[in-house]
Nanobody, 119 residues
Framework: QVQLVESGGGLVQAGGSLRLSCAAS????????MCWYRQAPGRLRELVAS???????YYTDSVKGRFTISRDNAKNTVYLQMNSLKPEDTSAYYC?????????????WGQGTQVTVSS
């Protein structure tokens, strides 16, 4: 059973924009901190942005001011708006949900969506 479904990746020129979406089942979304990770070939997976159920956000330094995470509770969807994209943003992007301590299962991963930024 697929719990997180991502969409919105693609090929874009440097300076362009993309919006990633991650639709989650209601039982996951409503109580989860939702996150976006990325992983480029040969590199470790890194946390890009996260948003709690109380709308607290975190961004890794390299995307601050360019990326925005948001969540639509009515649609059980989290978004990652990516502006001013750079070639170094090229990665597979993964949606991640953390339902918090005491939940089982606690975490879920999406299947990933590729973002390629050409120079």
């Amino acid at each position: 059973q697929v719990q997180l479904v991502e969409s919105g990746g693609g090929l874009v020129q440097a300076g362009g924009s993309l919006r990633l979406s991650c639709a989650a089942s209601a039982s996951i979304f409503s109580i989860s901190t939702m996150c976006w990770y990325r992983q480029a070939p040969g590199r470790l997976r890194e946390l890009v942005a996260s948003m709690t159920t109380t709308d607290s956000t975190y961004y890794t330094d390299s995307v601050k001011g360019r990326f925005t995470i948001s969540r639509d509770n009515a649609k059980n969807t989290v978004y990652l708006q990516m502006n001013s994209l750079k070639p170094e943003d090229t990665s597979a992007y993964y949606c991640y949900a953390d339902r918090g301590l005491g939940s089982a299962p606690r975490t879920y991963w999406g299947q990933g969506t590729q973002v390629t930024v050409s120079s």
